[in-house]
């Protein structure tokens, strides 16, 4: 199969780098995936080029020999507390009254909710999201094609990074050999992987819960509202476990995955873990690791809820919290959270039509799979009719260009 019918999305995590490839086409069919430790990323951010570039490397050479093709270029998720967004707004007369609406306005009110946005010149743009469109005075307007009114508004949710951390991505990228296809907010990519149509059109709060990161992406009325990220998430759990033990980071991680739970009532009082150390073995009680899990991942949530309250949305979303990331496998981290949070909580993993399940239906592997998703959803969109249905609109320049082609076309 030639690598041009198919896409590959890059996650390049602090804990992990994730390589994941499916076909373009109807319908999305992951081929291969592959997930390489990463040791040059520090939340979300590179830190050491060379070893972030091996990684890159590593990571798509194992997916493509599993899918059997090749490809040159990646869409690459953008992660860490550099990535923030806003709302806006614009609005357009439709010169004659009455008229009919057409692409043409569309891509007019698109750039005049932009053009009012002003973005400081160490940052870029790297998604202008149409949440809806107003029609006179008739507010979420899917489609407005081809209706007449006398004047188009629209919703725009506008994400923005860092553009040093943003070039740093792309070096790596390039340095192993690969081109950007399209540079995406992990949020979002996630958020097609995980989140049914349902829960984004009741109102749903994604937690993806990495490494260095909890990333978020709250939806309301079928739309992203806001997308974040938290400083904190599983590395910040491991380093707690090797304090409070004294133990080494590694160790700290393995205790975590084989013994951590995030509620000490759960885990019976008598349970004993040996703990490896240089002289001694020693052991612990497993409630006292349960102690300091639950104590870090409380105050994660409790950072998330504070990033809802200043965002002043209404809380809870009706359709809940849904948390995925490595760190969504902790047990009982579900129950922590809806403690904390005070709304419904479930637990997400990347869905996965066909391919090699086992490995795909990881929740650390959400956010790959979801690039793939993201990758194919916008590939078909640019490809079918114009449709303002689409539910996220690249940077302004490139919907210009595709928007232009679809046109012409
Ligand atoms: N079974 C498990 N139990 C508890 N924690 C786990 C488990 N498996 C993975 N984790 C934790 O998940 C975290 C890694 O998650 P993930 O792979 O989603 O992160 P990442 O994408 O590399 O990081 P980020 O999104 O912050 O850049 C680590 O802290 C790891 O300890
Ligand atoms: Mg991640």
Redesign the pocket.
Known sequence: MPGTQSLLGL????????AVIGTRGPEVRILGAA?VP?SG?R??TVVDVAGTTRAVQEAVTKAQRMAGVELNSAWVGV??QHVSCLNSRGEVQLARANREITWNDVERVMAASVSVVSIPPDRQMIHAVSRGFIVDDEPRVANPVGLSANRLAVETHVVTASRNLIDNVVRCVDQAGLGVAELVA?PLATADAVLSKDEEDLGVLLV????????LALFAEGSVAYTG?IPA??????HDLAVALGITHPQA?QI??VH?CAQVDMVPDEQMIAIPRDEEDRSVSRRFIAEVVQARVQEIFRLVGQEMQRLGTVWPPPGGAVL????????A?NATAQEVLGCRVRLGRPRVASGPVHVLE??????GVGLVYYAHRESEARRAEPSPSVRVMPVLARVMTWVRDLFSS
Request: hydrophobic share 30%; net charge negative; glycine share 22%.
């Open positions: 996650d390049i995590g602090t804990t992990k780098v994730a997930s990463s990323i939340r979300g992660t860490g992990e993806d819960i990495g490494g260095g990161t909890t990333d990220a998430a599983g590395s910040n759990v491991t991680e975590k995955l951590g995925t990331g490595g760190g969504s496998l902790l047990t981290v990881s929740p650390a592997l959400a956010t």
